[in-house]
């Protein structure tokens, strides 16, 4: 079942990031805000009453028809079934009622699981995806790779 978060979930949500071992991991407090206050532009997915996965994004201030993800993260026993895609057109069916037209999100040169998600997920939805480059491994820091931007429009 996808639905949008609650403060409720956001400690399983910083569980998953936290066992992913590839997600930067926030503290439990930004996934509790996450769903308290950011609900209607993230998702998680239930799977026998237990949340498995989530997306969280925010609407972009300087364009409301842009949702920025800032994570997918997805329980280990459940990766490889598309349910990273699934909880990304989830999102973007539920927002498209809002306007929401375009999708952006950062993803690093070596993450090219990520990168085939995002690139199904547009395909799938007959859109465009591009890249180019944002944040750079100096402005990031010590042992972060850069973050390039991509869009699904």
Same mark, same amino acid.
Request: hydrophobic content about 40%; proline content about 3%; cysteine-free.
């Given at each position: 079942? &996808?639905? %949008? %978060?609650?403060?409720? #979930?956001?400690?399983?949500?910083?569980? @998953?990031?936290?066992?992913?071992?590839?997600?930067?991991?926030?503290?439990?407090?930004?996934?509790?805000?996450?769903?308290?206050?950011?609900?209607?532009?993230?998702?998680?997915?239930?799977?026998?009453? !237990?949340?498995?996965? &989530?997306?969280?994004? &925010?609407?972009?201030?300087?364009? %409301?028809?842009? @949702? &920025? =993800?800032? +994570?997918?993260? =997805?329980?280990?026993? +459940?990766?490889?079934?598309? *349910?990273?895609? !699934?909880?990304?057109?989830?999102?973007?069916?539920? *927002?498209?009622?809002?306007?929401? =037209?375009?999708?952006?999100?950062? @993803?690093? %040169?070596?993450?090219?699981?990520? +990168?085939?998600?995002?690139?199904?997920?547009? !395909? #799938? !939805?007959?859109?465009?995806?591009?890249?180019?480059?944002?944040?750079?491994?100096?402005?990031?820091?010590?042992?972060?790779?850069?973050?390039?931007?991509?869009?699904?429009?």
């Amino acid at each position: 079942m &996808f639905r %949008p %978060p609650t403060a409720a #979930d956001g400690n399983r949500m910083w569980e @998953i990031a936290r066992d992913s071992g590839v997600l930067d991991l926030n503290s439990s407090y930004a996934y509790v805000l996450w769903g308290a206050e950011f609900s209607e532009s993230s998702v998680v997915v239930e799977v026998e009453g !237990r949340v498995v996965g &989530f997306v969280t994004g &925010f609407l972009r201030p300087s364009e %409301p028809d842009t @949702i &920025f =993800v800032w +994570q997918v993260g =997805v329980d280990a026993d +459940q990766r490889g079934k598309g *349910l990273a895609a !699934r909880l990304l057109h989830s999102l973007m069916d539920r *927002l498209a009622e809002r306007g929401v =037209v375009r999708l952006r999100t950062t @993803i690093s %040169p070596d993450n090219e699981a990520s +990168q085939r998600t995002f690139g199904a997920v547009a !395909r #799938d !939805r007959g859109m465009t995806l591009s890249s180019e480059d944002y944040l750079s491994s100096e402005l990031l820091g010590e042992g972060h790779e850069r973050e390039d931007l991509y869009t699904i429009s």
